[in-house]
């Protein structure tokens, strides 16, 4: 029987390394495609997700009463996330070519002729995505591409349900209009999809 993540924190705490293990391989690509999605740099994402899980180590304030494991991470991931946006605004200038466009995390197309169209979409949205202001990038993130319910996401946020359906709302429509140039917007859902190399 596979142990839960409450059962392998638990044995975590009493110095188990594999059950750590377990739990890195089980929420690590989340926790990296959250943090990339949300600040368009690999090199922070990967910093993120490794302090993410260096704290998860340290700190054992996870409540399962509170709600899964995967949001307590996408939490912290959040939170650390934000303390690197405003450390770089005080010391200095963001580096545009930091991260690049987010190529890595494009779908293979399924047909070799669909690539520079399909990248072209991917990196549209990506970059309307990355545009969007941080309560509706965040939001976007955790509901769309995390697929966490409404309630979920606001325990990681720290807001009401009403206000997480706002800023959704409010989010999807400007990512419509930023899309809505001819071409940009894909003919499936499915064509904006992401995934962690």
């Given at each position: 029987m596979t142990p839960t993540d409450t059962e392998l924190l638990q044995r975590m705490q009493c110095g188990d390394g594999a059950a750590f293990s377990t739990l890195y391989q089980r929420h690590q690509q989340r926790v990296f495609r959250f943090a990339m999605v949300y600040c368009g740099a690999e090199s922070t994402a990967a910093d993120v997700t490794q302090e993410v899980f260096m704290q998860l180590i340290d700190n054992h304030s996870y409540d399962p009463a509170q709600g899964d494991l995967r949001g307590y991470l996408l939490g912290m991931a959040r939170n650390l996330l934000?303390?690197?946006?405003?450390?770089?605004?005080?010391?200095?200038a963001l580096d545009d070519d930091e991260g690049g466009p987010l190529d890595e995390l494009l779908i293979e197309p399924l047909e070799p002729s669909h690539w520079v169209g399909r990248a072209q979409q991917h990196g549209a949205l990506r970059e309307a995505i990355l545009a969007l202001p941080a309560y509706y990038r965040e939001v976007t993130i955790l509901c769309e591409l995390?697929?966490?319910?409404?309630?979920?996401?606001?325990?990681?946020?720290?807001?009401?349900?009403?206000?997480?359906?706002?800023?959704?709302?409010?989010?999807?429509?400007?990512?419509?209009?930023?899309?809505?140039?001819?071409?940009?917007?894909?003919?499936?859902?499915?064509?904006y999809e992401l995934r962690a190399v």
């Open positions: 934000r303390r690197h946006w405003r450390d770089a605004q005080r010391y200095a995390e697929e966490l319910d409404y309630q979920e996401a606001a325990r990681i946020l720290e807001v009401p349900i009403g206000t997480v359906r706002s800023r959704l709302n409010r989010a999807r429509k400007a990512l419509a209009a930023a899309l809505a140039a001819p071409g940009m917007l894909p003919e499936r859902s499915e064509d």
